[in-house]
């Protein structure tokens, strides 16, 4: 059971033979603003990763020098069963979950007084104090938890990297069913549909994140959600989402025309786009830094916008006055796991580079074989940032004004694919065309 592995490497990262014990709380269902609307149950990511229980109301405690792992299940009665169906017994939670001492959740403080832990390791201040009001005597640490379940989250298990395929397997089948179903005229809605029942009809029932849905110039949002308006023939079309399996996710995007062929400018941008993903891959292996990906990625992006026409001067003049964050404003990727935006991108004493673009980079560390990452270039036409450019003195003088201006309907265009970092490269799990000439021949 991989839960088991889970916890083995975190107490690893324990001082051995410490009377301290970690102490974890499940999340409870969540309503809407006060009324009994229940939002889906997802368990907290970092009680998951150790226990495998995804259900509400459930506590985790670990002994560090025995290394006892102790379930606390709910209490459940009569009525829970009417509304919510059967009740588990014991037997079945314990077969389940497989804890070495099951409880009831309302023996947490009675288990914690025999264990007389030196000190109580927690997730957050939330959870230190429910420990504190249980007893005030308790010693509870917050800063050390954290950390060590980052670090363990971020080299992914071998069964870790089998959930993310399959979550990525489905998400190839959904990115590439809604990329032939895509007419002009049809909404974001329809495609979103599209999309979500490839995900379901293939068992995956939870989104990974709100998926973006975005034709025409909304493509250029870069958290568009609304996902409501009509696609209109000769508009781009940007879909990125992903579902999960058993908490591990899928995020891919993928840009493509409505009508199933490139404009002339739609296939220029695309294609510099294209190269930055194909050559950021290509340089995905062991030892290398996000940050230079990130930096070579956009010296890619400059120096196809040259080409096009829409910026002048050097390039690293451009680079040095940051005129690649006005057209890829944001990180070129992140790590990937059981959150889509998965921790562990900066270690403990990182911090961010301040810098337009790069400042918004989610992981700012080296690859190592077991992490997995998303690769995510983009170019957009963003008025909010474009338009102030065209007036600043320092940044006009590297833009084309008539070209900019002409482009500012134009939207955005956003690659990403899912890579998991090996011994001596990489393995991408995204499979679905983005060649221009695949894209074309799928849609035709």
Known sequence: MSTKLHRKKLLSLFEENQEGVIYLKGADIMYRYGTDFEFPFRQESNFWYLTGVNEPEYHAVLDIKSGDYHLFAPERDAQFAVWHGKIKSNDQIQKEYAPDHLHRANDILSVLKKLTPSTIYCLDEEQAEFIEDLNRDFNVETETLQDALTFCRCIKTDHELELLKEAARVNNTAHLEAMKAMKPGMHEYEMKAVFDYHQTTNGLLQPAYTGIHAGGSNSAILHYVENRDKINDGDLYLIDAGYECEGYASDVTRTYPANGRFSGDQAAIYQIVLDALNQ??????????????????????????????VVKGEIDDMMENNIFALFFPHGLGHFLGLDTHDVGGYPQGVERIDRPGIKFLRVRRELMPGMVITIEPGIYFIPALLKPALESAEQAKYLNADKVESLLNFGGIRIEDNLIITEDGHENLTDVPKEIKDIEEVMK
């Open 280 to 309: 950021c891959i290509e340089n995905v292996k062991p030892g290398v830094k996000m940050e230079d990906l990130h930096m070579g990625a956009s010296r890619i992006i400059l120096h196809g916008l040259k080409e096009l026409g």
